[in-house]
């Protein structure tokens, strides 16, 4: 079945301590991307890649890193977590071409204690 | 910078009836891709429908149609004989045809559908 999957679903953590939330996509799709969620602002993309070792800032990066060392995996890291980086979190991949949608994982809620 | 706005936070439909959402968007661009997303409670984002900025005919998915007017700048969602499952969240967004990985979303809107 064609998914992008996340891990984990749920996450509640304390402030400063590093985690990483795994995105993995099992269609072969070049571009992958990471967006959060908040109320009342719709989805803001964080970071994107389009092609292994290729990763550039979305509209919100502070705070986050990625890496892109395989096509199928781009994880998001928080090195130090702090509390307004609770949110909800999407992964997200498409193919480059035709490139007019997008296929989302099920989301990763954070709590940032 | 590319902008949508959903000016409805909240609409409320009865089962069975029709409603409209609307969304507008900012773009210096003449190619472009428009989406509507729904999410329900479980939150996994489910497209709904996709426009193709160069073609001129709205596009439809079963009860959901859209009214495309490119030189409004406008994208409004139609939802034809409302059931109980389409109550979400409906989500506008823009996406360009250029080389790059980025939806740009509206804020939302909440749809309830009354039995």
């Known amino acids: 079945e064609a998914q992008v999957t996340q891990n984990p679903r749920y996450l509640i953590t304390v402030t400063g301590k590093k985690l990483t939330v795994t995105c993995s996509q099992n269609?072969?799709?070049?571009?992958m991307s990471w967006y959060r969620q908040d109320p009342g602002l719709g989805l803001r993309q964080i970071y994107y890649?389009?092609?292994?070792?290729?990763?550039d800032k979305g509209d919100v990066p502070e705070g986050y890193k990625v890496s892109r060392k395989e096509k199928r995996n781009f994880p998001l890291i928080l090195e130090s977590p702090s509390p307004n980086q609770t949110s909800l979190y999407f992964c997200?991949?498409?193919?480059?071409?035709?490139?007019?949608?997008?296929?989302f994982g099920p989301g990763t809620r954070l709590l940032v204690l | 910078a590319q902008t949508v706005t959903q000016s409805q936070p909240e609409m409320s439909v009865q089962e069975a009836e029709t409603v409209t959402l609307s969304c507008t968007y900012d773009t210096s661009e003449s190619d472009y891709y428009l989406f509507w997303y729904k999410q329900p409670p479980s939150r996994q984002m489910i497209l709904v429908i996709r426009q193709e900025a160069y073609k001129q005919q709205n596009a439809t998915e079963n009860r959901f149609s859209v009214n495309f007017q490119k030189a409004a700048k406008s994208f409004s969602l139609k939802i034809s004989d409302s059931q109980l499952g389409d109550a979400a969240m409906y989500f506008c967004?823009?996406?360009?045809?250029?080389?790059?990985?980025?939806?740009?979303f509206g804020t939302g809107t909440r749809l309830q559908v009354f039995p």
């Open positions: 890649s389009m092609n292994v070792e290729v990763t």
């Open positions: 997200a991949s498409s193919p480059r071409w035709p490139k007019e949608t997008q296929y």
């Open positions: 269609m072969n799709h070049e571009y």
């Open positions: 967004a823009y996406r360009t045809v250029y080389n790059t990985d980025k939806l740009i």
